[in-house]
């Protein structure tokens, strides 16, 4: 089964988690599509000033099907992406249709403004979803929290992780294990 990815990309959000997971979403076969929310394919700046030239737009993708859409985090661009209405409504329908939705960082404040989170387990940067109201959201310390399709993770230093974990789900372990190999973790 070929796995196809979306990841939006908003100007002021955290390159690492972006690039790590176009990375090895990549290594894993997966076809993926980065994003930009602008309405030509203009380069995002990302919050520590790497640029990234996205493959789309997202009106582009919007009618397309992925079975996986990754939210980086990052600040401002998980604000950006909170305050889009397109993202919210991709968010929702997402996991409307059981297809897996994940956020590192910040983002899972985004899966919250799209109210997806109720009743789930949940990890985040430290002190992101604090005072937003989630008062039935399970928070987690954990730096990867799987809760059915939805996966959180909690910052650039998860990215690899949270990848990993992401590509376990979607194509298996073998999978998992020949991409983790190549990176030379261990």
Same mark, same amino acid.
Request: a negative charge; proline letters at 5%; glycine letters at 10%.
């Given at each position: 089964?070929?796995?196809?990815?979306?990841?939006?990309?908003?100007?002021?959000?955290?390159?690492?988690?972006?690039?790590?997971?176009?990375?090895?979403?990549?290594?894993?076969?997966?076809?993926?599509?980065?994003?930009?929310?602008?309405?030509?394919?203009?380069?995002?700046?990302?919050?520590?000033?790497?640029?990234?030239?996205?493959?789309?737009?997202?009106?582009?993708?919007?009618?397309?099907?992925?079975?996986?859409?990754?939210? %980086? *985090?990052?600040?401002? @661009?998980?604000?950006?992406?909170?305050? !889009?209405? +397109?993202?919210?409504?991709? &968010?929702? =329908?997402?996991?409307?249709?059981?297809?897996?939705?994940?956020?590192?960082?910040?983002?899972?404040?985004?899966?919250?403004?799209?109210?997806?989170?109720?009743?789930?387990?949940?990890?985040?940067? %430290? *002190?992101?979803?604090? @005072?937003?109201?989630?008062?039935?959201? !399970?928070? +987690?310390?954990?730096?990867? &929290?799987? =809760?059915?399709?939805?996966?959180?993770?909690?910052?650039?230093?998860?990215?690899?992780?949270?990848?990993?974990?992401?590509?376990?789900?979607?194509?298996?372990?073998?999978?998992?294990?020949?991409?983790?190999?190549?990176?030379?973790?261990?």
């Amino acid at each position: 089964m070929a796995v196809k990815v979306l990841i939006p990309l908003a100007a002021g959000g955290e390159e690492l988690e972006s690039v790590t997971m176009i990375n090895l979403f990549r290594r894993a076969g997966f076809t993926v599509v980065s994003a930009g929310l602008d309405v030509s394919r203009k380069p995002v700046k990302c919050a520590r000033g790497t640029v990234i030239i996205p493959d789309a737009t997202l009106d582009e993708c919007l009618h397309d099907e992925f079975d996986l859409v990754a939210l %980086p *985090g990052g600040q401002p @661009g998980t604000d950006t992406l909170r305050k !889009d209405g +397109r993202i919210l409504k991709l &968010v929702r =329908d997402q996991v409307a249709a059981g297809r897996y939705m994940a956020a590192i960082c910040a983002a899972p404040m985004v899966l919250g403004e799209a109210d997806v989170l109720s009743g789930r387990a949940v990890t985040c940067y %430290p *002190g992101t979803l604090d @005072g937003q109201g989630f008062s039935d959201i !399970d928070f +987690r310390s954990d730096p990867v &929290v799987v =809760d059915g399709k939805i996966v959180t993770s909690k910052g650039p230093g998860t990215a690899l992780d949270f990848a990993l974990t992401l590509i376990e789900l979607l194509a298996g372990v073998d999978t998992r294990r020949k991409v983790e190999a190549g990176l030379q973790r261990c």
